[in-house]
């Protein structure tokens, strides 16, 4: 078993978020991320600042000898680093700074995400206008190239906050849509071609290799590859519990009995009433019941998270979430049944 699956080592938080938050202050984004969990913080994303801050604009500002400019359509591979890439950089060196700032002396879990290697392919056109994941060579190109950028950002984040136990995060929300053939064309008149579920599975392990650490793979669309994933080295999976049909349930208790710990988004990711902390997780233990789990296996199996990033929620809304993500994971701790 890879280094990156096993999660045994690790005392995972019992809550934590799933990246982005609202607005432009980083820290006052890392001020409140810090101060909401207390063993499970997060490098924050805030997408709100525009080209290069958003998830797929920070992730290409870390390839390595790859590079893009921001094109009417999106994000497309540049001859060389430009504007965009420069103010990629500096946004990320900004985040960093204020999660320096805000984590002196934190010994607990500290979590970076990064778009994966197939949402990346989906994402970023080649040079003609299509995306990159149309190209087997470029897809394979763009993996090696984030997994070498990764290996240097996480050192990075190591030197900055050196008693924190460092868990990489791959956000992959278009994976599904990958391996079902799904991703529209430029024209939008047709679909790139499935990729094989094989080499989809290879490319993952390849960059989560780059991590010496857990890793844990978070998609937020339906039709989570649950198996696929966990084959891929990964040591939890990150979802919106909503969105799990009966398909699923034989998949999850297989994760669950295999070790692999499961990042539950029970918390809405946009402004919305709140329930009570246990009416959040009922759900869970719904779940648990129907798959005649153990009860006192939850709060070792789940991490409690939003659905989703929180960059759509009002700045008030989202600390109300990160809060509500905690009471209901120790909602969770104290009445498993």
Same mark, same amino acid.
């Given at each position: 078993? @890879? ?12 809550? %934590? ?11 006052? !984004? ?5 101060? @909401? *969990? ?24 870390? =390839?390595?000898?790859?590079? !893009?400019?921001?094109e ?23 985040d ?6 805000y984590?002196?002396?934190?010994? &607990? ?5 990064? #778009?994966?290697?197939?949402? =990346? ?9 299509? !995306?990159?994941?149309?190209?087997? +060579? ?5 993996a ?25 995060? =791959? ?6 849509? #990958? ?23 290879g ?8 991590h ?8 937020? /669309? ?9 084959? !891929?080295?990964?040591?939890? #999976?990150? *979802?919106?519990? &909503?969105?799990?049909?009966e ?12 070790? %692999?710990?499961? *990042?539950a ?6 402004? /919305? ?13 719904? =779940? ?20 989703? +990033? ?11 979430a ?16």
């Open positions: 078993m @890879s280094e990156n699956n096993d999660s045994d080592d690790i005392d995972w938080g019992p809550a %934590t978020g799933v990246g982005s938050m609202p607005g432009g202050d980083a820290r006052e !984004a890392a001020r409140t991320v810090s101060g @909401s *969990f207390e063993d499970f913080v997060h490098l924050t994303e805030l997408p709100a600042r525009g080209p290069g801050a958003d998830m797929v604009g920070r992730t290409l500002g870390l =390839l390595v000898e790859v590079y !893009a400019r921001v009417p359509s999106g994000w497309r591979v540049g001859d060389r680093p430009g504007r965009d890439t420069r103010r990629s950089h500096a946004w990320l060196r900004e960093l700074d204020a999660l320096e700032e984590t002196q002396g934190y010994t &607990g879990v500290l979590k970076v995400q990064v #778009v994966g290697p197939w949402t =990346l392919a989906a994402a970023l056109e080649l040079r003609g206008g299509e !995306a990159a994941l149309g190209d087997a +060579g470029a897809c394979r190109d763009l090696a190239s984030l997994a070498e950028g990764l290996r240097g950002h996480l050192a990075d984040v190591r030197r900055r906050v050196p008693g924190a136990r460092v868990v990489l995060q =791959l956000d992959e929300p278009s994976l599904t849509a #990958v391996l079902r053939g799904r991703v529209r064309t430029a024209s939008g008149y047709r679909t790139h071609r499935a990729v094989d579920r094989q080499v989809v599975e490319a993952l392990r390849d960059v989560l290799a780059a010496d650490g857990p890793a844990v793979v978070h998609s937020c /669309a339906p039709d989570v590859p649950f198996a696929l994933l966990r084959r !891929a080295g990964a040591a939890a #999976v990150s *979802f919106d519990f &909503g969105l799990l049909t398909r699923d349930e034989e998949a999850i208790g297989e994760a669950v009995e295999g070790g %692999t710990r499961l *990042f988004g029970v918390v809405p990711s946009i402004d /919305a009433a709140l329930s009570d902390p246990a009416g959040s997780v009922m759900g869970v233990r719904t =779940l648990w019941r129907r798959l005649g789990l153990n009860p006192g296996s939850l709060a070792d199996s789940l991490v409690i998270t939003p659905t989703c +990033g929180l960059a759509g929620a009002s700045p008030a809304y989202a600390r109300r990160l809060a509500h993500c905690v009471k209901a994971a120790k909602s969770l701790a104290d009445n498993p049944e």
